[in-house]
């Protein structure tokens, strides 16, 4: 099962057929880099479009020595975590946060916490049980106001502090729980709280029309009648249901915290088809997964969280399913030169 577009692939393109290598600058770093004579910017394979790159030299950690580094790789993170990116393969980050830190009261559940997200592409957030991946998701849906750090939206500095402001800026997050009302139908769910209305009443024809559409271009097949009650769905479906009142919007970043963790095989097969088209429809999304097969099933790039630090961002194509393993469990890696 593989979902994700491979190197050089004309598939692996961005919204609207932009090519995801298209290079435009980063928005700038936290902590201004100073360009040294001693490490020239050399263009990878990738990035100049011949082939995949084999990531040699690229690795950024704290204890990897600067003179190793590329010029994009020594611009980045001011928290200290290893940003593993091919130069050149940046654009803007549609969100983009900066040394993040949420603390409930005494106990420090998010330090120093980084992390990109990309449009046109899947970015799995992984960790294990504890590690804070809900927190950080809860601070970009506008759940949990951040105590510090920087929230970037478009390179924009901005401080959501409700759903509702997050939703405004076009951030949805699909949470572990769904949040779904099981004694309403498909469309009073997906509409909840945001109902359409002509006048003074509802404009159920609409919503009808509307949630069907936006099930029909998710290839949405299995549900029936939109007017059936949530209760009657399997986890799959609802799955699916929540992922659709989550794009309903314009959304640019939808988050899906564990969206396959209580599915069987041909579900978790479906809710991944749909995360992939989804960022193949040019959202940047988000996806938290403790399931490795998922991860790299559907994912471009991998941020691994450990006690609260982002411990690495890399792209899925430079690692392995092993790597990434030790990366959550121990916070650290050894051959990619990531020692915690
Ligand atoms: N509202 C809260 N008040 C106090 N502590 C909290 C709160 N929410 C989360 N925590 C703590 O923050 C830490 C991170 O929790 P979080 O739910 O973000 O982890 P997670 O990475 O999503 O884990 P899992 O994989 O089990 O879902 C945990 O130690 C948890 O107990
Ligand atoms: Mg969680």
Not at 161 to 180: F, I
Not at 239 to 266: F, Y
């Amino acid at each position: 099962m593989r979902f994700r577009p491979r190197p050089g692939d004309p598939a692996n393109a961005g919204p609207r057929g932009a090519p995801v290598s298209t290079p435009v600058r980063d928005a700038p770093p936290a902590t201004p880099f100073t360009a040294s004579p001693a490490a020239p910017f050399t263009a990878s394979p990738a990035e100049a479009g011949t082939g995949p790159w084999d990531g040699a030299g690229a690795v950024v950690g704290r204890d990897v020595p600067a003179a190793t580094l590329s010029a994009h790789d020594r611009s980045t993170r001011a928290g200290g975590a290893a940003w593993w990116e091919p130069p050149g393969m940046s654009q803007t980050p549609v969100l983009d946060l900066r040394g993040i830190d949420k603390s409930f009261g005494p106990v420090r559940v998010l330090q120093q916490v980084d992390f990109t997200a990309y449009a046109g592409e899947v970015t799995a957030l992984v960790g294990d049980n504890g590690a804070g991946k809900t927190t950080l998701v809860k601070c970009v849906g506008g759940i949990h106001p951040i105590d510090g750090g920087e929230y970037l939206f478009d390179g924009r500095p901005v401080r959501p502090t409700s759903p509702r402001e997050a939703a405004a800026l076009g951030v949805e997050v699909v949470h572990q729980d769904l949040a779904l009302a099981d004694n309403l139908d498909i469309v009073q769910n997906m509409f909840l709280g945001r109902e359409r209305r002509r006048g003074l009443v509802l404009d159920e024809t609409a919503m009808e029309e509307l949630a069907r559409r936006t099930l029909a271009e998710l290839s949405v097949r299995t549900i029936g009648s939109v007017r059936r009650k949530v209760s009657e769905l399997s986890g799959g479906q609802r799955q699916t249901v929540a992922i659709a009142r989550a794009v309903l919007w314009d959304s640019r970043v939808v988050v899906l915290d564990e969206p396959s963790a209580a599915l069987g095989v041909a579900q978790t097969q479906q809710v991944l088809e749909i995360v992939r088209r989804l960022a193949d429809q040019g959202l940047a999304v988000i996806l938290i997964s403790h399931n490795m097969n998922d991860v790299f099933a559907v994912s471009d790039r991998i941020a691994a969280l450990y006690l609260g630090r982002t411990v690495a961002q890399v792209r899925a194509a430079d690692v392995t399913h092993a790597q990434v393993v030790e990366l959550i469990t121990a916070g650290r890696c050894e051959s990619l030169g990531i020692r915690g």
